[in-house]
């Protein structure tokens, strides 16, 4: 049973990386309840040559809003799935670490409710760069063990 115990707290920081993956997933599913009828309510073309300035130009942006958040959730939170997984590897069990990555994790959350509830850019901003931050300092706590 020990072993277990052990094993578990080894991989601790993978929590808040299956979450935000967990998160994503979510926001797929709200990004489709609303994408999907708004499709259909405002017309907007199949066709490849239209599709893209229809859904520009066509869907409201309350409903691309949270396609657009659902995008970004596969640029930076990348980066942090990368480092959460190399500080699991290198045996980084430091309460800090641990905190860290929740706080990007959360923030990340905080960020798509944000931006796909209100989206005022300069606050968005805040909380993007909070997060960024919070992921330099898990990026350098990594180097700092490799190195």
């Known amino acids: 049973m020990a072993s277990v115990a052990v094993g578990l707290d080894r991989t601790r920081l993978l929590k808040p990386l299956i979450v935000l993956a967990g998160w994503t997933f979510i926001q797929e599913a709200w990004m489709y309840a609303t994408r999907l009828p708004a499709i259909s309510k405002y017309n907007v ?6 599709i893209v300035d229809e859904m520009k130009t066509k ?4 409903v691309r ?12 939170p990348t980066v942090f799935y990368s480092v959460a997984i190399a500080l699991t590897l290198l045996g ?6 641990y905190l860290a990555a929740w706080g990007y994790t959360g ?13 005022k850019v300069f606050t968005r901003f805040y909380i993007f760069a909070s997060s960024s931050i919070v992921l330099a ?6 180097a700092a063990l490799l190195f």
Do not use: C, M, W
């Not at 809003?65 to 930076?76: G, V």
């Not at 980084?92 to 670490?97: A, G, I, L």
């Not at 923030?107 to 989206?119: G, P």
């Open 45 to 50: 073309s199949s066709d490849q040559e239209k």
């Open 59 to 62: 869907i409201p942006i309350e």
């Open 92 to 97: 980084d069990n430091h309460e800090f670490t």
């Open 65 to 76: 809003r949270i396609a657009d958040n659902y995008n970004h959730l596969h640029e930076q």
């Open 137 to 142: 300092g898990l990026t350098g706590r990594a």
């Open 107 to 119: 923030l990340r959350i905080v960020h798509s409710l944000f931006q796909s509830l209100v989206n």
